[in-house]
């Protein structure tokens, strides 16, 4: 059986790994350079930066069972550290019992895994998909493969929003809902300065959400020219007020905020000596997982999977693609 893979985030390269391990023929279409979508890792010359998912938990069995996989093959390391949070008089502990998971040596290290004997088409944007006679042909943005494209069933792993308008003239797509993922500006500077060590992640307010001490996590860079990285999630309500275009002066207000975040943990204030922003238009998901893990239309060979459709995050992308290649392997 041939079949098309759309996406080459986790869902993605989960559907198509184990499809491929059962002897079905697989591509996977991603229109990034890379694999692991929204697990992006960002090289720059004074830094690598993870951008989007800062880590992840394990709850289901299924996925613990990965996760002890990939930890064997050195692809994730535990990320061990109580996180904070921000309250009125300042930062405190807030033990949550979370064990929290990274990629080493970058969050796209378990998709980089994962893709490693597949054949995955790169700078491949799907702009439709086609099905005649029970044959789907893929049609993307750079070339126009003909028959060699052709595939028997089709799983579309891409956020919420984008399978719906790829999938516009198939049924499916109403039941697809929208507003389900939120925006988030993700902010990176590289400070001089010392910070007590305690502080590697903390939880902030509905300014900025999230931090993440970059420059704590196992087999992350040092440098002579920075003391710490961190990374700076602003909260998806202000980020999706904002938008792409945001009239704010990130850099300043974000340093800003940090400091003021940190005086009880910091002996002066932090410099910021390098600094790097990315706009996700989808990123966490704030609806509800859906009742299956996966949408799927029989009668077209069609299913969709993607984080949104099992209740978000790292865990629900993999739960979602690893349910649309069973689907498809019962025979949809
Ligand atoms: C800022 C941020 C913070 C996060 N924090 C956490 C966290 O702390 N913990 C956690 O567990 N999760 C977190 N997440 C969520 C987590 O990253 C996602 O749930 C998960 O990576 C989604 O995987 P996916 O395969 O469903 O989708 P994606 O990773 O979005 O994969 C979709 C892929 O499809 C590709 N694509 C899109 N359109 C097309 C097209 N037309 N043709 C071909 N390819 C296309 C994209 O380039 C992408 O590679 C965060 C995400 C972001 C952005």
Redo the contacts with the bound molecule.
């Keep these: 059986m041939n079949i098309a893979i ?8 989960t559907a198509a790994n184990l499809l491929q391990a059962k002897g079905a023929k697989v591509r996977v ?4 350079r890379g ?5 992006a890792n960002k090289r720059l010359p004074w830094a690598s930066l993870d ?7 394990a709850r289901d069995p299924r996925f613990r069972t990965k996760v002890a996989e990939w930890l064997r093959a050195g692809v994730v390391e535990p990320w061990s550290f109580s996180p904070y949070e921000l309250c009125e008089t300042g930062l405190r502990a807030r033990e949550d019992g979370q064990t929290r998971y990274v990629g080493v040596p970058a969050m796209n290290s378990a998709a980089h895994e994962l893709a490693e004997n597949l054949d995955v088409r790169l700078n ?4 439709r998909l086609l099905v005649a006679n029970g044959q789907w042909h893929v049609v ?1 943005g750079n070339d126009s493969t003909g028959d060699e494209a052709r595939f028997d069933r089709v799983i579309v ?3 919420a929003n ?1 399978s719906k308008a ?1 999938l516009h003239e198939y049924e499916i797509a109403s039941r697809i809902p929208t507003e389900v993922h939120q925006a ?1 500006w ?1 902010l990176a500077l590289a400070t001089r300065g010392h910070v007590e060590s305690d502080i590697k992640g903390f939880f902030g307010d509905d300014f900025v959400s ?1 931090v993440s001490r970059l420059s704590s996590r196992p087999m992350r860079d040092s440098s002579a020219h920075w003391d710490d990285l961190w990374m700076l ?1 602003f909260a998806g309500n202000w980020s999706e007020i904002q938008g792409k275009n945001t009239a704010l002066d990130l850099v300043e207000s974000g340093s800003q905020w940090l400091n003021r975040a940190l005086s009880g943990y910091r002996s002066r204030p932090l410099t910021v000596v390098e600094h790097y922003s990315h706009f ?1 238009r ?4 704030i609806g509800q997982p859906l009742a299956q893990a996966c949408i799927v239309d029989s009668d077209i060979g069609l299913a969709v ?4 459709v099992a209740g ?6 993999y739960l ?2 690893l349910a649309a290649a069973e689907q498809i392997l019962t025979g949809l």
């Design positions: 759309i996406g080459a985030g986790l869902a993605g390269l279409f991603e229109k990034s694999v692991g979508g929204r697990l951008l989007g998912a800062q880590y992840f938990t491949s944007r799907v702009e993307t792993c891409l956020p984008q790829l988030c993700a999230w999630h996700w989808f990123a966490r998901v999977a993607g984080d949104w978000g995050r790292v865990e629900g992308a979602s693609g």
